[in-house]
């Protein structure tokens, strides 16, 4: 029987951050991804010469979190081209204007809510999981230009449905980083290597360090025996009919990092050696409607598309036809090499409800709204060259940020009761943004594993 120290179920931003820290601190690990790709949910994919990205499109790292993990396993982390600039629709008029217009004439109250952001502790930021980010705002400010800038960011960052309906929590943690880190209130790039590179340099961090990376390997579930971990096992055949049960591989372990999300774990993890109210947590959060779900549309054009810079990152909170909030950008501006030369690609979305997700006639109807919408806001993309759809439900870009449902209301990274069961989710309990968020919470699992923090992330929050 084959055994390791420890067995992580994953390969995506979380899973592959933990194998590489792991066996960097010399640790026998072996990575489990059901899938022919690294990456997971941001795995990058061509299509007819276009480069797209299914899930993850930027980073949202200021330095203290995925770049000091690739620094630590020997890797660079590169950043490449930066957002600049944030144009936002208002739908009311029908036109576009700049974030900066709003505050312009007077940066005192920004100023002003940025010092409070930054002499609020991440402990005192920790008590607002239950309070919308403009409860927080309106205790520092009235100025609706200010609370415009902070709640587009929401929307724009970690697409909420409502701008008001956002934790002060986790929108805090990410701004303050930001600020104490960048002296801006959002920072993200494109990663210089590109995304398939990003995931294939952490992978050899691992394996160069004696770790083993197995793709199109599935691991059915975790054994525990008197509420302990014991090992996984691995079906060694791929089923052909539905509920085929297939002869397994046993691999040792005393220590498994699940990255599944809060919709599949209990697929893997048995229930029954969870308690009860654990297990609850995770079915509450796993309902459809706490999925953060978006129309994703990719589009080409022969004519560029932007209003104030280049690699400007716009949002708004209602598009002209389906009244989605989204996103937009221009991602060849980002990286020249994912369209063919000449052409350029843009990336948007419209947030749907979790809860419509599963109701094909709602997003073929809600699609062709959308992409009308698009159109009006940015007419050169009503002739496109090439376009693909894409939903982001399954899996979802992640559990919805709102109050009540963040931090101390989602289950705890590390399973109650049982030695040696961590949980490295951005859907568990974690803070930060997309692929960051993943790989800080893998961090958080594996110094807990280890019993100590590791040298250089001192600084580092996690949790």
């Not at 708004?316 to 090499?337: C, H, R």
Request: glycine fraction near 10%; charge should be negative; charged fraction near 25%.
């Amino acid at each position: 029987m084959t055994k390791y120290d420890v067995v992580v179920i994953g390969a995506g931003a979380a899973g592959l951050s933990a194998g590489a820290l792991l066996a960097k601190e010399g640790k026998s690990v072996l990575v489990c991804e059901k899938g022919p790709y690294l990456g997971g949910r941001a795995l990058a994919v061509e299509d007819q010469g276009y480069k797209i990205n299914i899930g993850g499109h930027l980073i949202e790292d200021g330095g203290s979190g995925l770049t000091k993990i690739f620094e630590h396993v020997g890797k660079k982390l590169i950043h490449g081209e930066v957002s600049a600039e944030m144009p936002v629709w208002d739908h009311e008029k029908g036109k576009w204007g700049s974030i900066r217009d709003r505050y312009a004439t007077d940066k005192t109250e920004l100023k002003k809510v940025i010092k409070a952001l930054v002499n609020t502790s991440w402990e005192e930021l920790d008590q607002w999981d239950d309070r919308n980010l403009r409860d927080w705002l309106t205790q520092h400010t009235s100025d609706q230009g200010v609370i415009d800038l902070f709640e587009f960011l929401a929307v724009l960052e970690c697409l909420t449905d409502q701008p008001w309906d956002h934790s002060a929590s986790d929108n805090l943690f990410v701004r303050k980083m930001h600020y104490e880190e960048r002296r801006m209130a959002a920072y993200s790039f494109w990663p210089g290597q590109g995304w398939a590179q990003l995931w294939q340099d952490l992978a050899d961090a691992c394996t160069e360090n004696g770790g083993e990376v197995r793709l199109n390997t599935a691991v059915s579930r975790a054994i525990i025996e008197d509420r302990k971990v014991k090992g996984v096992a691995i079906p060694q055949q791929a089923g052909i009919l539905r509920n085929e049960i297939s002869e397994e591989e046993i691999i040792e372990t005393e220590c498994i990092i699940s990255t599944l999300p809060v919709w599949n774990v209990l697929d893997v993890i048995p229930e029954d050696e969870l308690p009860d109210w654990y297990s609850a947590q995770i079915r509450h959060l796993a309902q459809d409607k706490f999925r953060v779900a978006w129309l994703g549309l990719y589009i080409a054009t022969d004519e560029p598309v932007h209003l104030y810079n280049p690699r400007e990152l716009s949002t708004w909170v209602k598009d002209p036809v389906a009244g989605l909030p989204g996103f937009f950008f221009t991602q060849s501006n980002m990286d020249p090499s994912s369209a063919p030369e000449g052409k350029h690609l843009h990336v948007m979305g419209g947030v749907i409800p979790g809860s419509k997700g599963r109701d094909k006639k709602y997003v073929r109807e809600t699609f062709d709204k959308f992409e009308e919408g698009m159109g009006i806001m940015h007419p050169a993309l009503q002739k496109p060259l090439w376009k693909r759809r894409t939903l982001v439900f399954d899996p979802a870009f992640g559990v919805i940020q709102k109050p009540y449902l963040v931090g101390q209301f989602r289950p705890h990274w590390r399973a109650p009761n049982i030695d040696g069961l961590y949980f490295a989710s951005e859907t568990f309990k974690s803070r930060g943004i997309g692929v960051d968020r993943a790989a800080r919470a893998a961090l958080t699992c594996v110094e807990d594993y280890l019993g100590g923090r590791l040298p250089g992330f001192e600084e580092t929050w996690r949790y």
